[in-house]
């Protein structure tokens, strides 16, 4: 059976949107740890940022791409000589597989609640700065946005049922079964996209700082 061409289009643009999500995420979270870094006082850990800066944002993203592809994900060994974290995590030659949880009312009560502390978290940091500005007071946001991010998910995991399983990935015959897979294609994308953007969030950091 073949595809239309619509659901190859769809798909592509579901992909995109997914990298893209997940690119945004990882880079943003790397670029500001490395722009905070730039700036530090210890000389070893700003030169290290600064060449990490210099070094991968002069590299092309295509042959990024590549190198994590061809040299780093495809030598990596056999499902059975997997690399194993915990024993719940395997990276091999054909992907990253990881447990995965099970879509029940719990699962989406949690995944609800880190919403309602993210726009909390927005709303509080709104309030504060307006605050700063007509009074001149500082209110410290990032201890309860902390709390929220900790707190809600364990109110919601029992408001939800108490119920929450995970399906995990299991060794059978030449292949993992169970949980979720990340194929080498979409980590070989997630890297370079992460590493080489991240550099340029960095700069943005630093210069804003």
Do not use: C
């Amino acid at each position: 059976e073949e595809d239309t061409h619509g659901r190859v289009f769809m798909v592509g643009l579901l992909n995109t949107i997914i990298i893209a999500f997940v690119g945004i995420v990882l880079a943003t979270m790397v670029g500001l740890v490395i722009g905070v870094l730039r700036l530090s006082n210890n000389w070893l850990i700003a030169k290290l940022a600064k060449a990490y800066v210099d070094f991968f944002r002069n590299i092309p993203l295509l042959l990024q791409i590549l190198f994590w592809y061809n040299v780093v994900l495809r030598a990596m060994p056999s499902p059975k000589q997997s690399y194993s974290f915990f024993d719940t995590i395997f990276i091999n030659n054909r992907g990253l597989y990881f447990p995965l949880p099970e879509y029940n009312a719990t699962f989406f009560t949690m995944l609800a609640s880190l919403f309602i502390a993210l726009f909390a978290s927005i709303t509080l940091n709104t309030w504060a700065n307006r605050r700063k500005e007509a009074t001149g007071e500082d209110v410290t946001v990032f201890p309860f946005a902390i709390g929220m991010f900790i707190f809600f998910p364990i109110l919601a995991y029992f408001i939800g049922g108490a119920h929450l399983n995970f399906s995990f990935p299991e060794l059978r015959g030449f292949n993992f079964k169970g949980g979720k897979t990340l194929s080498p294609e979409f980590l070989a994308l997630t890297f370079a996209l992460t590493i080489y953007t991240a550099t340029f969030i960095a700069e943005a950091v630093r210069s804003g700082i």
